[in-house]
Nanobody, 122 residues
């Protein structure tokens, strides 16, 4: 069983920065693409960013491109989301997820964390 635990959320003013972390259990973390998603109140969950198993490829939603950076440290079983130039519309619960299949870039996610709240005040 894989567990994903997010941390680093909080309250920040518009224009500020936060760095989220997602720590994963298990010995095969480095075999899987990881992603970040967010869900704002009353809205559906939306994709934010993903990173390939070795970190060589990344992909971002248009809404965060140029402001957010996803990275990972496979030695620490951790994936990060650096969020800069935050806007009130970035307010949401952010959660990380792991792809179902090893070495898979485009498939489904099967494990999800509980999420961490990010609130951006104007």
């Amino acid at each position: 069983q894989v567990q994903l635990v997010e941390s680093g959320g909080g309250l920040v003013q518009a224009g500020g920065s936060l760095r989220l972390s997602c720590a994963a259990s298990g010995r095969t973390f480095s075999d899987y693409t990881m992603g970040w998603f967010r869900q704002a109140p009353g809205k559906e969950r939306e994709f934010v960013a993903r990173i390939s198993w070795a970190g060589g490829s990344t992909y971002y939603a248009d809404s965060v491109k140029g402001r957010f950076t996803i990275s990972r440290n496979n030695a620490k079983n951790t994936v990060y989301l650096q969020m800069n130039s935050l806007k009130p519309e970035d307010t949401a619960v952010y959660c990380c997820a792991r792809k179902r299949t090893r070495w898979d870039w485009g498939g489904e996610y099967d494990y999800w964390g509980q999420g961490t709240q990010v609130t951006v005040s104007s």
